[in-house]
């Protein structure tokens, strides 16, 4: 059974304020994670470059992001134990120290297997950095400022997806792929020094053994169903030279897509039974119990939905912009920027608002402009203006804002403090594998219809502009649950008794 290690830092009081010294932690946090997440969206862009450079096919260049990806989804539920068990320096300096190191490799990388390699070195250090960040605010932050730091991180999540892919598209075109690390090293350098140097362990520790079965059955329950979205919204890549090898690769592909999220669903109900197991010892790897919260609950499936269509967006513009509108990719990434930075700059300001007035007058607002800015989008033609392209992405961005930093706060807010590091999980759990559903799903969607469209006579753009609009809508439905759960979620009390249980008290 656990048993409490130490204490560095004694819990906030309600009304109490931060020390510099904890607001510079936290701003470190901030920092480096943000290096991190703006590394995590670089690859997509740099893929065609690496082809040619390495002379490898399309399939093999996308393990890129598919094994960062597998990577986040293995590790980031396993620091819930990790965040219980280690001090905060100690955390952040493996987190900074794996991530500054796969840059080093990524950054030399003579070769193909190489660079892959330095991605999942990469990985691990950034699943261990969001969790990290948000439990140390849920532990040091005064609950009646919780949202206002809650939306500072908000412009982590959505600043620097926009910026990675603007920046390699730039990088790209002057330098070279190499630089795309070469310019993240230095900065992920100065953030590990500078978190060696001040970062001080803040909240508890607890001693417990690790249950190995759980992290086994953790790794191929979350890493085969992220691995299998992935496949599902892969697309296909084409390249066979005649009908019987096509239908071969498509056999191939087919009997691997059930093979892993077969895998994936029978691991991870085994993962849940052995949880429920463990948690009444308070052994459990990720503790379940988390969900007997029915406000933590209701947030994190407006959070699943909302993942779905953020990350579902991003990745389904981009593609409509470059093979619909006929721009670059770099024209590309400026269209997006203008929302990525409105919904960073807004984060502070809806979280002040979420201080003072709760969740309802953010989340009912976010959920209608949503809803409506995906609507929007199912009627995008060939001819669609980029301006008003544009216009529709920030407002979308406003739109998800508004829900993103309410719904961090009330979840984990609905928590025991012993349960922090467990609902920080949990989190960035259903942020990766709802974004692999949500990319998996609108790309799926977009593939197909395309390939109908084509097929059936159409021009190739008309054909994609189908895709495009049929991806939205299903998008845009799957939104309508947002507009009930946006009156459900309630902002928590300011404290939740350490040794109340945890049940569905909002």
Known sequence: MAAPATAPVAAPASGATITREESRVIWLLLAAAFVAILNETTMGVAIPHLIDDFGITAVAAQWLTTAFMLTMAVIIPITGFLLRRFPTRVMFIAAMGLFSLGTLIAFLAPGFPLLLIARVVQASGTAIMMPLLMTTI????????????MGRVSIVISLAPAIGPTMAGLVLDTVGWRWI?????????????????????????????????????????????????????????????????????????????????????????????????????????LDLRVFRSLNFSLS????????????????????????????????????????????????PIIGRIYDRFGTRILLVPGAVITSAMLWTYTTYTETTPVWFIAVAQTVLSLGLALSFTPLFTASLGSLPRRFYSYGSAIVGTIQQVAGAAGIALLIGIMSAVTAAGVSAGLEEAAAGAAGTRAAFLVAAVLSLPLLIGAFLIRKPADEIAEDAPVIATH
């Open 138 to 149: 849920m532990n040091v932050v005064p609950a009646h400022s919780r949202g206002r730091m």
């Open 181 to 285: 690390f070469g310019i993240v090293l230095p900065i992920a350098l100065l953030a590990l020094a500078a978190g060696a140097m001040w970062i001080r362990n803040l909240g508890e520790t607890t001693r417990v053994a690790i249950d190995i079965p759980s992290v086994i059955l953790s790794g191929f329950g979350f890493g085969g169903l992220v691995y299998g979205l992935s496949l599902l919204g892969g697309g296909g890549h084409g390249g066979a030279e005649t009908a019987e090898s096509a239908a071969a690769d498509a056999t191939t592909a087919s009997l691997t897509l059930a093979a892993a999220l077969g895998v994936g669903i029978l691991s991870l109900a085994a993962f849940v039974w052995r949880q429920i197991r463990l948690q009444r010892t308070d052994d459990a790897l």
């Open 300 to 347: 994190i499936t407006q959070m699943a939905i909302m993942s779905l269509a953020f990350f579902g967006a991003i990745t389904v513009l981009p593609l409509y912009l470059q093979r619909v509108v006929g721009i670059s990719a770099l024209e590309t990434g400026l269209i997006v920027l203008p929302g990525a930075l409105a919904m960073g700059l807004a984060g």
